[in-house]
């Protein structure tokens, strides 16, 4: 409100205001420019009617769960894909951190959507992210060229998902502005929704992780078409103002006129890198790790952990981002009736983190029944989304609170810390969780070995380790086939024949397998006896981080009590009133 206040004081009002807004390129009203500019020049010059700004709300959605999607796809198929180009786990965590560090410059790329526009970037950023999904990283040769296309994907996410929230502000008044941004949430939680459900769906049958990719590429596509013909913005003078509600859009499109744009956008740096911008950030980007980890681990810790298969390990991500689906746009709406979001955000992480220490505690008990975790996991979703559209929410308006036409800056600044902590979170845990690498690396071959050779296996792990390797080098070593005879008659106490018998069926297994059995078998069960604590660790720091967020809800704009929010949106209206009063006499 006190910025409204002070543009209404530096406005200059004369009887017949000059309009240098371009030829309008929207049917929104004005000349119509010819078609191939309308592809590129998309601004409209008057605010849109309520229809056609939901029409364009739900392009940017849509855009916003497309890219989410292309991004999140590899968690889904992450063990084939680290099977595939025999990567290590601490490999594949690092693709996702320098993924992350090249997403988080792209973020403050896009802080130019203030001066050229938003619209552009979502648009062939689209493209971009689409055709290396399609294409790209499907036909990767090895673990370098997927690595680096993943973080060209990286690139192209960062500017866009920078762009969809700066777009959503643009189109959406304060007043209404918790539900749209509880929309456009929906963004990662439905991209990670439909991952898990394309993935759980189609992996019994498309068995290649590479048509995950196709798929999310074909729908990038289609939705980059979309974009491409009907994605429009605001001109910068409409959109570089402060917007209570649609009522004022008479007030907003005449002081457009009045408004250097030039002058607004100098020094955005300057002007967004302040305290209740960037502690926020930092807070809210804490408050996130458990979220995005669950983006990037959650099937190999339960397929690790757990021992679920990836489809059902998938099936648990459907119950987890269905719950953040339904909270953050219930919530979003509720927050703008109540007219607070503080109350909201506070009673979400402090749920969050509750279930989030509940949830890591999990860990050491991997025989949890199915539906015990979906019930543990639907409710540390549920609150995590009952923070985060409200937060998202307010911290746009303390954005316009500083400066509204610098809200793509403030984005950035918010964009790029997210991808830094998300960079500094993946490079911390294979650290903590040292355990998974040997499972998620030879761990899918020996689950398949035992399935096939079950009693063979079972006779493999009662011999020693030299034993084994002697074993596995060659039958005819008569002092270790001896050593092996002792050895099993001595931990399963059996007969020497009975002994012999095993050793006869370990002997009909495949060498290749025998000697994989041998050089990984007791890796494996070493690190997944130490698995469950490791993983617990890790939750436990992601539930910490969740309560380093409450504090920094204190710098963002707005009221904690309902009856000071009305007085103040009642003051506004005043003023509004006001000066439509004296636009009215003008």
């Given at each position: 409100?006190?910025?409204n206040e002070a543009a209404i004081a530096n406005i200059e009002w004369s009887g017949a205001p000059v309009s240098t807004a371009a030829p309008v390129t929207d049917v929104d009203g004005g000349?119509?420019?010819?078609?191939?500019?309308?592809?590129?020049?998309?601004?409209?010059?008057?605010?849109?009617?309520?229809?056609?700004?939901?029409?364009?709300?739900?392009?940017?959605?849509?855009?916003?769960?497309?890219?989410?999607?292309?991004?999140?796809?590899?968690?889904?198929?992450?063990?084939?894909?680290?099977?595939?180009?025999?990567?290590?786990?601490?490999?594949?965590?690092?693709?996702?951190?320098?993924?992350?560090?090249?997403?988080?410059?792209?973020?403050?790329?896009?802080?130019?959507?203030?001066?050229?526009?938003?619209?552009?970037?979502?648009?062939?950023?689209?493209?971009?992210?689409?055709?290396?999904?399609?294409?790209?990283?499907?036909?990767?040769?090895?673990?370098?060229?997927?690595?680096?296309?993943?973080?060209?994907?990286?690139?192209?996410?960062?500017?866009?998902?920078?762009?969809?929230?700066?777009?959503?502000?643009?189109?959406?008044?304060?007043?209404r502005r918790g539900a749209a941004i509880g929309f456009w949430t929906l963004g990662p939680v439905v991209a990670s929704l439909i991952v898990s459900v394309v993935a759980s769906s189609t992996?019994?049958?498309?068995?290649?992780?590479?048509?995950?990719?196709?798929?999310?590429?074909?729908?990038?596509?289609?939705?980059?078409?979309?974009?491409?013909?009907?994605?429009?913005?605001?001109?910068?003078?409409?959109?570089?103002?402060?917007?209570?509600?649609?009522?004022?859009?008479?007030?907003?499109?005449?002081?457009?006129?009045?408004?250097?744009?030039?002058?607004?956008?100098?020094?955005?740096?300057?002007?967004?890198?302040?305290?209740?911008?960037?502690?926020?950030?930092?807070?809210?980007?804490?408050?996130?790790?458990?979220?995005?980890?669950?983006?990037?681990?959650?099937?190999?810790?339960?397929?690790?952990?757990?021992?679920?298969?990836?489809?059902?390990?998938?099936?648990?991500?459907?119950?987890?981002?269905?719950?953040?689906?339904?909270?953050?746009?219930?919530?979003?709406?509720?927050?703008?009736?109540?007219?607070?979001?503080?109350?909201?955000?506070?009673?979400?992480?402090?749920?969050?983190?509750?279930?989030?220490?509940?949830?890591?505690?999990?860990?050491?008990?991997?025989?949890?029944?199915?539906?015990?975790?979906?019930?543990?996991?639907?409710?540390?979703?549920?609150?995590?989304?009952?923070?985060?559209?409200?937060?998202?929410?307010?911290?746009?308006?303390?954005?316009?609170?500083?400066?509204?036409?610098?809200?793509?800056?403030?984005?950035?600044?918010?964009?790029?810390?997210?991808?830094?902590?998300?960079?500094?979170?993946?490079?911390?845990?294979?650290?903590?969780?040292?355990?998974?690498?040997?499972?998620?690396?030879?761990?899918?071959?020996?689950?398949?070995?035992?399935?096939?050779?079950?009693?063979?296996?079972?006779?493999?792990?009662?011999?020693?380790?030299?034993?084994?390797?002697?074993?596995?080098?060659?039958?005819?070593?008569?002092?270790a086939l001896k050593a092996a005879v002792l050895e099993i008659m001595t931990k399963e106490h059996v007969t020497a024949g009975v002994a012999i018998d095993k050793l006869l069926v370990l002997?009909?297994?495949?060498?290749?397998?025998?000697?994989?059995?041998?050089?990984?078998?007791?890796?494996?069960?070493?690190?997944?006896?130490?698995?469950?604590?490791?993983?617990?660790?890790?939750?436990?720091?992601?539930?910490?981080?969740?309560?380093?967020?409450?504090?920094?809800?204190?710098?963002?704009?707005?009221?904690?009590?309902?009856?000071?929010?009305?007085?103040?949106?009642?003051?506004?209206?005043?003023?509004?009133?006001?000066?439509?009063?004296?636009?009215?006499?003008?």
């Amino acid at each position: 409100m006190r910025a409204n206040e002070a543009a209404i004081a530096n406005i200059e009002w004369s009887g017949a205001p000059v309009s240098t807004a371009a030829p309008v390129t929207d049917v929104d009203g004005g000349t119509q420019a010819t078609w191939p500019r309308t592809l590129w020049d998309r601004e409209i010059h008057h605010y849109p009617s309520p229809g056609r700004r939901g029409i364009l709300l739900a392009i940017v959605v849509m855009a916003t769960i497309t890219c989410y999607y292309q991004q999140y796809v590899s968690g889904a198929v992450s063990p084939s894909i680290l099977a595939h180009f025999d990567m290590s786990f601490r490999y594949y965590l690092t693709i996702v951190v320098v993924s992350s560090i090249v997403g988080a410059f792209a973020s403050l790329a896009a802080s130019l959507g203030d001066r050229f526009g938003r619209a552009n970037i979502v648009t062939f950023g689209l493209l971009g992210a689409s055709l290396i999904t399609v294409a790209g990283i499907p036909m990767a040769n090895s673990k370098l060229q997927y690595g680096g296309l993943f973080a060209l994907l990286g690139l192209f996410e960062g500017a866009v998902l920078v762009a969809t929230p700066a777009l959503v502000r643009d189109f959406s008044p304060q007043v209404r502005r918790g539900a749209a941004i509880g929309f456009w949430t929906l963004g990662p939680v439905v991209a990670s929704l439909i991952v898990s459900v394309v993935a759980s769906s189609t992996l019994g049958w498309l068995h290649p992780w590479q048509d995950q990719f196709h798929i999310a590429g074909t729908v990038g596509l289609v939705v980059f078409l979309i974009a491409l013909l009907t994605l429009r913005e605001l001109s910068p003078p409409i959109r570089d103002q402060l917007m209570y509600s649609v009522q004022e859009q008479v007030v907003i499109e005449a002081r457009a006129r009045g408004i250097d744009v030039e002058q607004a956008t100098a020094s955005p740096w300057r002007q967004m890198l302040k305290p209740n911008v960037v502690v926020p950030a930092i807070g809210v980007s804490l408050f996130l790790l458990l979220y995005f980890s669950a983006v990037g681990v959650f099937v190999i810790f339960f397929t690790s952990d757990f021992g679920f298969s990836q489809a059902k390990s998938n099936g648990i991500g459907n119950w987890f981002w269905a719950a953040d689906a339904i909270t953050v746009v219930a919530v979003g709406i509720i927050s703008d009736r109540v007219g607070v979001r503080k109350p909201f955000m506070l009673i979400g992480a402090i749920g969050a983190a509750t279930m989030g220490f509940i949830f890591a505690s999990m860990a050491e008990h991997p025989n949890t029944p199915y539906v015990t975790v979906i019930v543990i996991v639907v409710l540390l979703s549920a609150f995590r989304g009952f923070a985060y559209a409200p937060w998202m929410a307010a911290f746009t308006e303390t954005l316009e609170s500083r400066n509204p036409a610098l809200v793509a800056t403030g984005l950035a600044i918010w964009g790029w810390i997210l991808r830094v902590a998300v960079a500094v979170s993946f490079l911390v845990l294979p650290f903590v969780v040292t355990s998974s690498s040997p499972i998620v690396n030879y761990g899918p071959r020996l689950q398949a070995i035992e399935a096939q050779y079950g009693p063979a296996v079972s006779t493999a792990r009662a011999l020693s380790a030299p034993t084994a390797k002697a074993l596995a080098a060659s039958t005819g070593d008569k002092a270790a086939l001896k050593a092996a005879v002792l050895e099993i008659m001595t931990k399963e106490h059996v007969t020497a024949g009975v002994a012999i018998d095993k050793l006869l069926v370990l002997k009909a297994m495949p060498k290749d397998d025998r000697a994989y059995l041998a050089a990984h078998g007791r890796t494996v069960i070493a690190a997944k006896k130490t698995a469950p604590q490791e993983w617990m660790h890790w939750w436990w720091i992601c539930a910490g981080a969740q309560i380093l967020f409450i504090p920094t809800i204190f710098l963002l704009v707005g009221r904690w009590s309902p009856a000071r929010g009305r007085e103040d949106r009642e003051a506004h209206e005043r003023l509004v009133a006001e000066e439509r009063k004296a636009l009215a006499t003008t």
